[in-house]
């Protein structure tokens, strides 16, 4: 048999249930080994995936990074006692990297087991990296549209008529899949010879569902045996006894087995329209016998052909064998990163794990990102051709070659505002995204020099444009942290890229073991040696920098940014040309500004390699203005949140020598 599931009309969409997991089987149906007598059919039992509604397309920025594809399709074919399978998952969205040979690269694993060369032989593995106009993985030409059940359908007892189920089709189409399940399997019990073969079946009727119910106009009709298409039922059998043979509208399968029986009924109606289809018990079980089926699904099948643009994609086709059993696989895969940028000496679109790149295509990519649809690289501050080659600048490592200073494997996993992303990205190169004067910037925290001079003293030559209270004392405040954010120690929380992307953390000063930590989460760095720098520095920067300061500025001082660094002088607080380096800005209730900024100090810069580089710059803003926004904005949201929409499945038998049929989207 075979079950498929198709996306819907829409780029982005939801991912819906594949089967109901409501229904319970009682034999073999957690080891999914073969059972007993002819008849059974090995392989899953579960069909469930395990995303659910409302999973999230990942968007793979940076060289690579692990995801957990979708699966949107399942195609099953009973081949004699074994099953075969073609799955297709959907791993990210977006035009990903070339992966290589996937079995040499090991990027693929099955149940956490890698998949090379020298294990799962048999198994085709079939990718498509998610261009606009890729190729459709060959046989996935139908789209099924599934809705659950999961209904037993008793046959009658004891007077009591048989459990019947009335399915009202949503939209006209030419021909339903039924599938059936015999979850305690179908078999009787002989006293002299054990389990023995039995039939089970269903009665199946129709009518327009259009129309109210009419005995005389509208009355319900036999459905059709089509008998090759539906080589496991019959319609005239003998031995049936009491029950009804050679009926039109009874379907009848036989087996010899305590395993769950899986059968799938394709019904084709004389013409396409909208039926109401009503399915009936017929063989009660007894103490002796196992005959009763459960309605899990019924699917409406229509014909399409999908490539899946802008969707990266892989493909399995094998045979379930022990090690797969019970369930259909889950999946990881070491996802190459999205193409962003162009190769300078080739002009091919490579990927790339600079994060002021990859930034960038989050605010400017128009599928899933920010859309913004502005030049970049205008603006007061320098561009981001400087921001770029700044985190692109080779660092030493001890021991081991140079590397960039910043890098970026990065996963948009979730449907979380397009700032909430942008802010972690931002976080592995010291970066911020901010608002000023109505315009949203980027900014960044690097070795600096004075840009301005703040003056309290009551007696100077220059300027007083730290504003005083009304007593006369200087507005500066100093602001220590409190108890609790007194840190000894840092510990960053990064996904290692040697060792698989498990999570690991590095702590700071290397092997002490801090009483009261910073913690950091960095779930854009994948390598120790960028975890350690950033550590080191965040460590300097709670240590050698930990007082803010407060003030009130005067006019015309209302053009500094955050990350700007200034000079403070005040006789108050013992301070002369003290630096400090803004963190926020903004207007006092007389229009004056009022700056909030942190101590700082060269030291925490003093042993990245590339600070001495910048120590002359009149600004530290690291990207220029790149949205201006309209009144009212709450946060930025991506265009099309990268969400994919399962619509439907369907199921299906095939005998072996039929063609595989697949998904695909209207």
């Not at 048999?1 to 149906?29: K, N, R, Y």
């Not at 016998?289 to 899990?296: C, G, M, N």
């Not at 953390?505 to 960028?530: C, D, F, I, M």
């Not at 003030?551 to 002088?569: C, T």
Request: aromatic letters at 8%; a negative charge; one cysteine or more.
């Amino acid at each position: 048999m075979i079950l498929l599931l198709a996306l819907g009309p829409f780029a982005v969409v939801l991912i819906t249930t594949l089967i109901s997991t409501g229904i319970s089987f009682a034999i073999g149906a957690i080891t999914g080994k073969p059972g007993t007598g002819s008849g059974s059919t090995p392989g899953f039992d579960r069909l469930a995936n395990s995303k659910g509604e409302g999973a999230f397309v990942p968007v793979v920025l940076g060289k690579e990074h692990p995801v957990e594809p979708l699966l949107i399709s399942v195609v099953l074919r009973t081949e004699g006692q074994k099953q075969a399978f073609d799955l297709l998952y959907v791993a990210s969205h977006g035009t990903s990297g070339d992966p290589g040979d996937i079995r040499k690269s090991g990027r693929l694993k099955i149940n956490g087991e890698k998949v090379g060369e020298g294990n799962y032989p048999d198994l085709e593995i079939h990718h498509r990296t998610g261009t606009a106009n890729q190729d459709a993985i060959p046989g996935f030409n139908k789209v099924g549209s599934p809705f659950d059940i999961g209904l037993l359908l008793e046959g009658p007892k004891d007077g009591n008529p048989a459990i019947s189920h009335e399915y009202e089709m949503r939209a006209d189409a030419k021909e339903i899949q039924i599938l059936l399940t015999f979850a305690s399997g179908l078999y009787r019990i002989s006293k002299s010879k054990g389990v023995r073969g039995v039939y089970g079946g269903v009665k199946i009727e129709y009518r327009d569902a259009t129309k109210a119910h009419d005995p005389l106009h509208n009355p319900w009709r036999a459905a059709p045996l089509d008998k090759p298409q539906n080589p496991d039922w019959e319609n005239s059998v003998s031995g049936l006894g009491q029950f009804p043979s050679g009926v039109p509208g009874y379907f009848y399968t036989r087996a010899s087995s305590t395993s769950p029986v899986r059968r799938q009924i394709e019904l084709v109606f004389p013409t396409k329209g909208r039926y109401v289809v009503r399915v009936s018990g017929v063989i009660e079980s007894n103490a002796a016998r196992q005959s009763e089926p459960t309605l899990s699904s019924v699917i409406e099948i229509t014909q399409s052909e999908d490539t899946y643009p802008w969707y990266q994609l892989i493909a399995l086709k094998g045979v379930v064998t022990d090690s797969l059993g019970g369930s259909v696989p889950s999946i990881e895969w070491l996802s190459p990163g999205l193409l962003v940028t162009n190769d300078p000496a080739t002009g091919n679109a490579v990927t790339s794990e600079n994060p002021f790149i990859l930034a960038r295509e989050v605010f400017q990519n128009t599928r899933w990102g920010l859309g913004f649809p502005v030049s970049l690289d205008v603006g007061v501050g320098s561009s981001w051709q400087d921001a770029i080659d700044r985190a692109a600048t080779l660092t030493s490592v001890a021991g081991g070659p140079q590397e960039p200073l910043w890098r970026l494997n990065y996963l948009i996993a979730d449907g979380a505002p397009g700032e909430d992303h942008i802010r972690q990205i931002l976080q592995t190169c010291r970066a911020h995204l901010i608002e000023h004067d109505g315009l949203v910037r980027i900014v960044q925290d690097i070795a600096g020099s004075s840009v301005r001079t703040f003056d309290a003293r009551k007696t100077t030559d220059g300027r007083q444009n730290v504003v005083a209270e009304q007593d006369g004392r200087s507005s500066l405040r100093r602001i220590p942290p409190p108890q609790d954010e007194q840190y000894d120690g840092v510990v960053i929380a990064f996904l290692d890229a040697d060792d698989e992307y498990r999570e690991k953390t590095v702590t700071w000063p290397e092997g002490s073991t801090p009483k009261n930590p910073l913690e950091l989460n960095y779930r854009g760095v994948a390598h120790r040696t960028q975890a350690a720098r950033e550590a080191r520095y965040q460590y300097l920067l709670a240590t050698l920098t930990p007082d803010f300061w407060e003030w009130r500025a005067g006019w015309g001082d209302h053009d500094l940014l955050p990350m700007d660094v200034v000079a403070v002088n005040d006789d108050h607080h013992g301070l002369t040309s003290a630096l400090l380096r803004l963190y926020a800005t903004g207007h006092g209730s007389r229009g004056e500004g009022r700056m909030v900024a942190r101590d700082y100090d060269a030291g925490v810069y003093a042993n990245d390699p590339v600070s001495s580089l910048f120590s002359t710059r009149e600004t530290n803003t690291s990207a220029p203005a790149v949205k201006k926004l309209p009144p009212g904005v709450g946060t930025l949201q991506f265009m099309n949140p990268p969400v994919l929409k399962v619509l439907s499945i369907s199921v299906r038998v095939e005998k072996a020598d039929l063609n595989v049929v697949t998904v695909s989207a209207p």
